[in-house]
């Protein structure tokens, strides 16, 4: 560590989720002469924890808590509704300050890449999850619910995610923060039957078992798998211990029948879609049967349709590209050694390695980051938030403190219902107007 006491090192970092999070406590933690200030586009902080966490995992979500400790710390601090290129430029960012570092995640869908897929009916999961969990951007997605069926693309657990909401009673969803108008649209839908469609097959797949467990405890909805599959476990002695796991769960998922008034979730494996199908909307998708090759996944040519008015893509994420950034677009990520992209510019989570992992990987990596930059950054006399503060004077710009953020949390919290956590605002207007109360 180079950093001593002749100056103070100032640090921004572009996104208030896990990452930026993890990274500003690790500076936090190792020296009392580093100032950061965790910059986000939208008012309110957490980014992933509050708006890609499923509504009824709340337990996951109070890791927000460990991140509002971070935030009580005299030399980090909030900057909310500030955003890249609209209000201020990386290059402009990187004359205030020693270092910036972009811990902007993967807010972006990957395309499936097919044709159809901008039919009306057809959604990433981003979009679908942010709709569900009163992300300003998608607050006005209005996905077709009224449809017996729905299909989602992907083996992971946002998928399982996104069919576990869908098919989740009221009561269910009861304290949870669930968007009301999304709510609204879910449990009054016509579903009767979800699809889980994977290319590979069940021991391939992502899910973690608790879950794929807890498809098996949803009260309005049955999930059904085919016995013959649980042969590709039975003739593997090389499974590991989640596999063992999700083993054991689906041979229980396998013995279901289907039940008269519920829904049926089926876990489709060795299939993948060939062509989304519609005029405007979407009507049907066709699907290919597939088999394991040393190689991968190979087509067997057999063919065939689903009628569908609903998917939903959960096939990953890519972070958005920033003009004059260096940026992979196969692989979603900033181009950088190790983190470090140039000069003074770094990367870290999932804008550094991709949408891997889960939330608490995001720890070592911005510890790693943070003792890099320790090792390479000495304090230039820059003007750090003190020049931010006045390029935000001069442009008029609101910003939200994080004291100003703990009105609006306030606020969502005396707005709920019931057993509800909160009520989660979508409008930044009336967001930015509680704030400034």
């Known amino acids: 560590m180079i950093l001593n006491g002749s100056g103070t090192l100032y640090v921004a970092i572009i996104g208030a989720g896990p990452a930026g999070y993890y990274t500003a406590e690790a500076f936090a933690a190792k020296h009392d002469n580093v100032h950061v200030d965790i910059i986000d586009r939208l008012p309110t902080p957490y980014g992933l924890i509050r708006a890609g966490v499923a509504p009824d995992h709340q337990s996951i979500k109070n890791v927000a808590l460990r991140y509002a400790a971070t935030n009580e710390k005299d030399n980090v601090h909030f900057i909310g509704n500030l955003e890249l290129d609209r209000d201020v430029s990386i290059e402009e960012l990187q004359q205030l300050y020693d270092v910036v570092i972009l811990a902007t995640g993967a807010p972006k869908d990957r395309a499936l890449g097919l044709e159809g897929e901008q039919l009306q009916g057809v959604y990433g999961s981003g979009a679908f999850v942010g709709w569900y969990n009163s992300h300003p ?67 391939e797949a992502a899910f973690t078992p608790k879950e794929l467990g807890e498809l098996n405890k949803l009260e309005n909805c049955i999930p059904l798998f085919d016995p013959a599959l649980l042969e590709a476990f039975e003739e593997n002695t090389d499974l590991t211990v989640v ?48 088999k394991l090759m040393p190689n991968g996944v190979e087509g067997t040519g057999h063919t065939a349709e689903l009628k569908c008015g609903l998917l939903v893509s959960c096939i990953g994420y890519k972070a958005s590209p920033i003009e004059g ?36 990987t995001n720890r070592p990596d911005g510890v790693g980051i943070a003792d890099k930059i320790l090792s390479e950054i000495t304090p230039s006399g820059k003007a750090g938030r003190q020049g931010l503060d006045a390029l935000i004077q001069t442009r008029a710009l609101h910003t ?23 009520r989660k605002f979508t409008n930044i207007d009336k967001m930015i107007k509680i704030a400034e109360s």
């Open 137 to 203: 951007d998608y607050r006005d997605l209005n996905p077709n619910l009224k449809t017996p069926t729905a299909v989602i693309i992907g083996n992971g657990n946002v998928a399982i995610d996104v069919a576990r909401i869908l098919a989740k009673t009221a009561q269910e969803m009861a304290e949870t923060d669930l968007a009301p108008y999304a709510a609204s649209e879910i449990h009054t839908s016509i579903l009767k039957d979800i699809y889980i469609i994977g290319r590979r097959g069940p021991v």
């Open 243 to 290: 596999q063992k796991k999700n083993f054991a769960i689906l041979r229980d998922i396998a013995a279901n029948k289907p039940e008269k008034d519920k829904i049926r979730l089926h876990l489709s494996f060795f299939q993948r879609p060939l062509a989304i199908e519609g005029n405007q909307s979407l009507t049907n998708i066709l699907l290919e049967k597939t």
């Open 325 to 360: 950034i260096p940026y992979d677009t196969r692989s979603g990520v900033y181009v950088s050694s190790d983190g470090h992209i140039s000069d003074n510019l770094y990367c870290v989570g999932w804008a550094r390695r991709g949408p891997t992992g889960t939330i608490g």
């Open 400 to 422: 939200v403190s994080f004291a100003n953020w703990k009105k609006i949390e306030t606020a969502e919290q005396e707005a709920t219902e019931g057993n509800a956590p909160r």
